[in-house]
């Protein structure tokens, strides 16, 4: 097995005792000292600072930039304009997943895909097979780019502070701006991957350390926490959040992995729209689903899910499982046929032949807190 | 870490208590086990009057991180689980060795006890397996 690489803040993660894991090729903090459930509320509560700088920032620039991206990115990106951004998927030509990814517009013919890290060098490579102008500059920038996660109820108050202006007014939902902080250039965004108000701020790795230790000690007086990668997906599930790798994967069609609202058919030729078209004609025979465990237990990821108590129909399995420490209850992904409504009744095959009953439901699992304005 | 002197130890980080008067133990994990594990979230126990095997799985520990098999320590029937823990499956996080135990046994024979460790050994299995 190769090297695994690590991001610029690796050093302070292991000075604050976290325990690293393997992910996607990184070693990353899975956890710090206090642990994944304490770390959890300080983001609902609090805040949070996560360290994603191993995320991709792929920059394309020239004068067909926008011609490249429309062709690239499933969603509409004539809408976008500078400072704002989009969620979008990337996929091939049969309508496959390659990423999902944010979009930002730098300006009117800079944008930067902001992908995830196992994909980075996928993404790149296919944007590169896929560039028919010479009007079009494709830039790997992400070892250049460090990137923190701000999230949390206290983050606006927090961060205004640091950068010394009113960020409700300034930077909005999906928008980015750039300011200083302590002497650094970011960008800060209104983005994030937890259903909590937050930002997430990215700038020149060789700054990461110094950035790093000024958040933790500027915040933990106020509460923030360094996140890892356990509680993370703790959030992110509690919304309903795809996690890539898991919950879609190369073989998965993009209205399987439920991101039709991200597949604008109407914008004009992408890569993939044919492969779109047929799948909505023809009917989409499984997607991603939340459900949610009616009786005890913990589903996680690969186990099966049935109609049935006497598993008779096989609905399908989890893609993403585990514990909802606001609900209290086993909460999850699937993959299921997409016969089941909202609040049908299924089976999720825990172990050893135990079957526990759950529900089909509508995500997010707790209610985001996020200010769409 | 606290390995306390009464008890004996598993390799697979359960500890046994054995109860006086009584041909019965009490079951539970250890601090390290616990540690290992993380925040605990749900705990799968057998019901009273099961039977349980000698190392094989006899019940479930789901952290937020991961499930984990429980293991028997002796061969015998269950006479209570703790019951506390499905509304507080925490209490194996705060105080695995008191409130957070798992079942008492009831012991076919006493053999098990050959195989286990006392707390001096266990902390040095432990020492040699972080390594």
New interface residues.
């Given amino acids: 097995m190769s090297q695994l690489l690590r991001t610029p803040v690796y050093n302070l993660h292991i000075q604050a005792k976290a325990k690293m894991v393997n992910f996607g090729g990184w070693e990353m903090p899975i956890q710090y000292s206090t642990g994944i459930i304490k770390e959890y509320e300080a983001v609902r509560n609090d805040m949070g600072l996560f360290d994603v700088s191993h995320m991709g920032e792929i920059e394309i620039s020239g004068k067909d930039a926008l011609a490249f991206c429309q062709k690239v990115c499933s969603n509409n990106v004539a809408k976008l304009k500078p400072g704002k951004i989009q969620y979008a998927a990337i996929i091939d030509h049969q309508a496959k997943m390659i990423d999902d990814c944010t979009l930002y517009c730098l300006s009117a013919d800079k944008f930067l895909f902001v992908v995830n890290a196992s994909h980075i060098q996928e993404v790149y490579d296919w944007f590169e097979e896929n560039k028919a102008s010479e009007e079009v500059e494709i830039n790997n920038k992400s070892d250049d780019y460090a990137l923190f996660a701000l999230q949390g109820p206290k983050s606006d108050a927090f961060l205004s502070e640091l950068v010394k202006r009113n960020l409700s007014e300034t930077v909005r939902y999906y928008e980015f701006n750039v300011a200083q902080i302590n002497d650094v250039a970011c960008l800060i965004s209104r983005t994030g991957y937890t259903g909590e108000d937050g930002f997430e701020i990215y700038f020149d790795s060789k700054d990461a350390a110094k950035l790093w230790a000024y958040f933790i000690e500027q915040g933990e007086p106020l509460g923030l926490k360094p996140i890892g990668l356990g509680a993370r997906d703790l959030l992110r599930l509690e919304m309903g959040y795809l996690l890539s790798g898991q919950d879609f994967n190369k073989n998965t069609h993009v209205l399987e992995a439920g991101l039709s609202w991200v597949t604008k058919l109407d914008k004009g030729s992408f890569i993939g729209k044919d492969a779109v078209a047929n799948l909505k004609e023809q009917g989409v025979k499984q997607r991603v689903r939340a459900f949610k465990l009616l009786g005890k237990g913990v589903p996680r990821e690969g186990y099966t899910i049935w109609l049935d108590e006497d598993k008779t129909q096989k609905l399908g399995q989890v893609t993403s499982g585990s514990f909802s420490p606001q609900l209290k209850q086993g909460i999850g992904l699937a993959m299921l046929s997409t016969e089941p409504k909202l609040g049908s009744k299924l089976f999720v095959e825990l172990r050893k032949d135990k079957l526990v009953m759950g529900e089909v439901c509508k995500p997010p699992f707790v209610k985001s807190s996020v200010k769409k304005n | 870490m606290d390995f306390p002197e009464d008890l004996y130890y598993t390799k697979e980080h359960e500890w046994v208590k054995l109860l006086e008067s009584e041909s019965a133990v009490l079951i539970g994990i250890t601090e390290y086990a616990q540690e290992k594990l993380?925040?605990i979230?749900?705990v799968?126990l057998p019901d009273e009057e099961d039977e349980v095997h000698m190392n094989e799985p006899f019940g479930?520990i789901?952290s937020?991180?991961?499930?984990s098999d429980v293991y028997a320590p002796v061969s015998g029937h269950v006479v209570e689980n703790n019951s506390a823990l499905?509304d507080s499956p925490e209490a194996v996080n705060d105080d695995p060795y008191e409130d957070g135990w798992l079942v008492k046994v009831e012991v076919e024979s006493m053999d098990f006890a050959q195989e286990l460790m006392d707390a001096e050994e266990y902390a040095e299995f432990i020492e040699n397996e972080e390594d």
């Fill in positions: 993380g925040d979230v749900h799968d479930s789901e937020v991180k991961a499930v499905l």
